[in-house]
């Protein structure tokens, strides 16, 4: 509403810390043009100038307010149809809106929209077989991989079923090539208002399918590098979990890899973008897609289940073999010949060094627990009571040191209770299971580096999970330690360890024919696979549902068997819980309506409710009947929690 003078009154939340309201301002005659909701502008606060959001347009002032001038229209920001998003998100999960707001921003200052002329036209996607060219009798596109002329037939009737799901979950085995599921969904969003939006777990994955998109002729923008392109529209957006607070209006949206951890936010205020991208999905009207080999129990709650034909995804996944603990000699310390015969025969079969053995051991260090070989007493810290670990093997001559996890904390390894300096190593980590298997095998055994480092160049590697996502492909993978996985003390323990599996089945590709599967990081795997590699469990659970459900390929055994446990236990997605942590947690869970409050440990609170609608209404609720808003909340709020 623009007053006689041409001003314009606004709402507008400073993007500063501390402070959780909004303030009113008029806008000059002069700045009215470029200013709008969620544009980023500089207003005058207590003194200083700060940015901050409009985020109301045209509302009257307060009774008795005089409202200051806003100074300057820094950037364009979140359209309007974010703004809303963002409200609910930090409604969803007890945050705060500018957090959101921030996100849902460029990176950079962006002061107009480029020119349309400039982007390639919105409906020109090239038909198919215009562009691959016939490469020995099969058809290729320019970036190497399968075009979707030669994607199986049942693979747009998924595509196809799913999409006019509106909200589905299409379950496709973890050897099957995520380009042809990409194209075929683009196919479906032809000739729908706006631009398809696609969700991947990794940069290096966003990069990867915005080159090959882009070399069949697709126009593609890489988001949030790209705002402005995915503010003005004609593109294929791409990226990260930021693609769910993009702008632009989606005609669908694709969640590449939707098992993937990476989808969710750690920081504060903690999101999951599947919630988003389900909420602006629905608020749109679009249709939105989540496809994983092993969907999470709260990724199919209330969405529909698309799956293809029984054989087709049992060949996507790799042959299985088990080794049984409990069937060990004990007698071979260590490591079972068996293991030592399944590696030697993987390597036998030939391969480049590109190809290797990879194994897999989730601890790091060489020993993560020791006790006394003479009064087995377990080796604690002394001042946590934290289980000492051997970080490398000491030096010739040497005693080395143990050191605690937990406070860091140096010890030596002398027992404090009889005085000994003979332990035994009770849990091997990566550097000593190096060292064990490069005897028994007599070839190089090299140790995966930290997270992000590239591969060793040798014919075994060993590491934790992040050789995983690290890997091109391989020959074989074995888990030296699955109970590791198996019984690791969180409710999602079973979820999390199929995940890996199919991460070590995406390496391995098909069981029969040829795969054309892809590695992590969104790479084609190079040529074809007949009969893919091997997967190796070593567990003493075999009859375990998350190892039953890789050796035959069906995710529902997991899913069947954890939904009973958790309606029993009234965990997620049977209930909604948040885990509240910090100074101010004991005085801000005693003010908590119609949700159950139970302590974990010093200022660490877990409330649950019957419904993550319930459970946001009770912070609403909180903060709302508190006059500083969030910035009187003196504790960490986490909604749907991962590490519990």
Not at 169 to 187: C, E, K, Q
Not at 509 to 535: F, M
Request: some cysteine; hydrophobic content about 40%.
């Amino acid at each position: 509403m623009i007053e006689p003078e041409g001003r314009v009154e606004v709402d507008v939340l400073p993007d500063v810390s501390g402070i959780d309201r909004t303030f009113h301002y008029a806008v000059p005659a002069a700045l009215v043009p470029g200013v709008g909701l969620g544009s980023i502008v500089r207003v005058p606060l207590h003194g200083r100038r700060v940015r901050g959001f409009v985020v109301a347009f045209g509302t009257p002032a307060p009774p008795g307010v005089v409202p200051q001038e806003i100074v300057q229209v820094v950037s364009l920001g979140p359209p309007a149809s974010m703004i809303e998003l963002c409200r609910w998100a930090a409604w969803r999960y007890a945050g705060r809106l500018r957090a959101f707001l921030t996100a849902a921003s460029p990176p950079t200052v962006v002061r107009r929209l480029p020119e349309r002329g400039r982007l390639p036209e919105r409906g020109s996607v090239p038909e198919r077989g215009s562009v691959p060219e016939q490469v020995g009798g099969r058809r290729s596109s320019p970036s190497g991989g399968p075009h979707p002329a030669s994607a199986p037939a049942w693979l747009g009737d998924a595509v196809r079923e799913a999409v006019g799901s509106r909200d589905a979950v299409l379950r496709l085995p973890p050897a099957h090539a995520r380009l042809p599921v990409v194209l075929a969904a683009l196919d479906e969003a032809r000739g729908r208002p706006g631009d398809a939006m696609i969700l991947v777990e990794s940069h290096a994955d966003a990069r990867t399918l915005s080159r090959r998109l882009e070399a069949l002729g697709f126009g593609v923008c890489q988001y949030p590098d790209q705002w402005a392109e995915a503010a003005l529209g004609g593109r294929v957006v791409i990226g990260t979990r930021s693609v769910a607070l993009a702008p632009g209006k989606p005609s669908l949206i694709l969640v590449l890899d939707a098992h993937s951890e990476s989808y969710r936010s750690s920081r504060a205020p903690t999101f999951d973008a599947r919630v988003l991208v389900a909420e602006r999905a629905r608020a749109e009207g679009s249709p939105v897609v989540f496809v994983s080999p092993c969907p999470s129990l709260e990724l199919l709650d209330g969405r529909a289940l698309v799956t293809i034909e029984r054989s087709a995804e049992r060949r996507g996944w790799p042959l299985a073999t088990v080794l049984d603990v409990r069937e060990e000699d004990p007698r071979e310390g260590g490591y079972p010949s068996r293991l030592v015969s399944l590696v030697r025969e993987a390597l036998q079969s030939g391969g480049e060094l590109r190809n290797p053995v990879v194994l897999v051991l989730n601890r790091k260090g060489r020993a993560r627990l020791l006790s006394c070989s003479h009064c087995r007493s377990v080796q604690r810290c002394p001042s946590c009571g934290a289980a000492l670990v051997q970080e490398q093997r000491p030096p010739k001559d040497e005693i080395g040191v143990l050191s605690c996890p937990s406070c860091g904390r140096d010890c030596p390894p002398i027992c404090p209770a009889c005085g000994s300096a003979r332990l035994r190593i009770l849990r091997p980590g990566v550097g000593l299971a190096r060292e064990q298997l490069q005897a028994l095998l007599g070839v190089e055994v090299a140790e995966m580096g930290s997270p992000g480092s590239e591969v060793p160049k040798a014919p075994v590697v060993i590491g934790t999970e992040s050789v995983l996502h690290a890997a091109l492909r391989a020959r074989m993978v074995g888990f030296l330690d699955f109970d590791h996985e198996l019984l690791a003390p969180r409710f999602r323990a079973a979820e999390q360890a199929l995940v890996l599996l199919a991460r070590a089945a995406r390496l391995l590709g098909a069981r029969d024919g040829p795969g054309g599967g892809e590695a992590p990081g969104g790479r084609e795997a190079p040529g074809g696979r007949s009969g893919g590699g091997r997967l190796v469990v070593r567990t003493s659970m075999p009859d375990h549902h998350v190892v039953r459900s890789a050796q035959a390929g069906s995710p529902d055994l997991v899913a069947a068997a954890e939904l009973e446990r958790r309606r029993l236990l009234r965990l997620p997605p049977v209930t909604a819980l948040g885990e509240v942590t910090g100074a101010g947690a004991a005085a801000l869970v005693e003010r908590l309506e119609g949700v159950e409050v139970a302590p974990v440990q010093n200022e660490r609170y877990l409330v649950r409710a019957e419904s993550s609608t319930a459970l946001a209404d009770a912070f609403a609720r909180l903060v709302a009947g508190d006059q500083g808003g969030w910035a009187a909340i003196d504790a960490r709020i986490e909604i749907d929690p991962l590490a519990l």
